[in-house]
């Protein structure tokens, strides 16, 4: 599994950003897509997760009510709107796929697109 991602860029708070995750390869055993992100020194944050499956979603608390993950099903893609940005939401943001494999799990990652938002 290969992850594209794109979207990031410069936005002043309270603007809108959509980041966009392009997956290619194996995507039939994708279980599961996320978005993280990752400012230097400290962990990787989970922000959204969507069950391909099923359909359902999971969000960090700082951005209930203000991200949104969707996908498009036919085109192997991700999104992330992201709406009423804060400087807090600064950080690079890197897509996931967890792919199901016959006993286990592998996570994939793509290369990250970094997100700023300017106070």
């Known amino acids: 599994?290969?992850?594209?991602?794109?979207?990031?860029?410069?936005v002043q708070t309270g603007g809108s950003l959509r980041l966009t995750c392009a997956a290619s390869g194996a995507?039939?055993?994708?279980?599961?897509?996320?978005?993280y992100r990752q400012t230097p020194g400290n962990q990787r944050e989970l922000v959204a997760s969507l069950a391909m499956g099923v359909?359902?979603?999971k969000y960090a608390d700082s951005v209930q009510g203000r991200f949104t993950i969707?996908?498009?099903?036919?085109?192997?893609?991700?999104?992330?709107?992201?709406?009423?940005?804060?400087?807090?939401?600064?950080?690079?943001?890197?897509?996931?796929?967890?792919e199901q494999l016959a006993t286990d799990y592998a996570a994939h990652w793509g290369q990250g697109t970094q997100v700023t938002v300017s106070s």
């Open 70 to 98: 969707s996908r498009d099903k036919g085109e192997n893609t991700v999104y992330l709107q992201m709406n009423n940005l804060k400087p807090e939401d600064t950080s690079v943001y890197y897509c996931n796929a967890l």
């Open 1 to 10: 599994v290969q992850l594209v991602e794109s979207g990031g860029g410069l």
């Open 27 to 35: 995507t039939r055993f994708i279980a599961v897509m996320s978005w």
């Open 55 to 57: 359909g359902g979603t």
